[in-house]
């Protein structure tokens, strides 16, 4: 009886309920997980977008947006490259203009010297052509003397003339006698010097010469009075003078 209440328990209607379950491998598992996942990902990023576009918000207008910005903006570069290369050639055309300029000025300041100096010429060759001639030879004409831009620095002008009937040609040289004080004491200079051998101020001409240089003095000297003299090559003595008062 024992045996048989057992059978009964265990296989009969009171016997304990069985439950069979599929088995599903562990891929698959994944595989449905990550589904899920990515539709899940997909559902919030729907309602992402949905709620920035609900909101006024457009991906793709702001993308078109910022592709114009960005166009707009390489435009403006690209003009003002252009611009700053106009600048640049504008200043250095303007920069050779004012040279141009200032080169002309001086020029035109150049020529208006000479054409005083050629005016002057002129009117003293009519004098002299008139009065037909000073019967001494050489003859000193318009000397001028003035401080010039460096510190004892002097810059001297003068025209000298052979005017006898029959001339030859003339060769000699210019002598600069200047009384000065240096350092508060009196003193003469002569310009060249006795042993220099100087070009400068050597004369060569059969009508007339046009003479223009300049010679140095101590910086601090104050001229008072400087004499030209004319020499003929030979003869110590000199055959036409001329001075100048300065202070």
């Known amino acids: 009886m024992t045996v048989i209440r057992k059978l009964k328990q265990k296989f009969g209607i009171s016997a304990p309920r069985v439950a069979i379950h599929t088995q599903v491998a562990w891929y698959w598992r994944w595989l449905l997980l990550a589904a899920l996942s990515g539709v899940a990902a997909a559902a919030a990023w729907l309602a992402y977008d949905f709620g920035r576009q609900y909101a006024g918000f457009d991906r793709g207008e702001a993308d078109r947006e910022q592709s114009a910005l960005q166009e707009s903006n390489r435009k403006l570069e690209g003009e003002n490259a252009a611009l700053r290369k106009e600048i640049a050639a504008v200043e250095r055309q303007l920069q050779i203009e004012l040279s141009t300029q200032g080169n002309l000025s001086g020029q035109i300041q150049a020529l208006s010297e000479e054409n005083a100096l050629l005016k002057e010429d002129l009117a003293f060759f009519q004098t002299l052509m008139a009065s037909g001639g000073e019967p001494g030879g050489i003859s000193i004409n318009r000397f001028r003397i003035e401080a010039d831009a460096l510190p004892g620095e002097y810059r001297y002008r003068l025209l000298v003339v052979q005017s006898k009937q029959r001339v030859r040609e003339f060769h000699g040289r210019l002598q600069f006698v200047v009384d000065m004080e240096e350092g508060g004491r009196p003193t003469v200079v002569t310009i060249p010097a006795e042993n220099d051998a100087s070009q400068g101020y050597n004369l060569a001409f059969k009508f007339y010469?046009?003479?223009?240089?300049?010679?140095?003095l101590p910086p601090g000297a104050v001229v008072k009075r400087v004499q030209v003299r004319v020499l003929e090559n030979g003869n110590p003595t000199p055959l036409?003078?001329?001075s100048v008062t300065l202070s």
């Open 209 to 216: 010469q046009r003479v223009d240089g300049t010679f140095m």
């Open 240 to 242: 036409s003078t001329q």
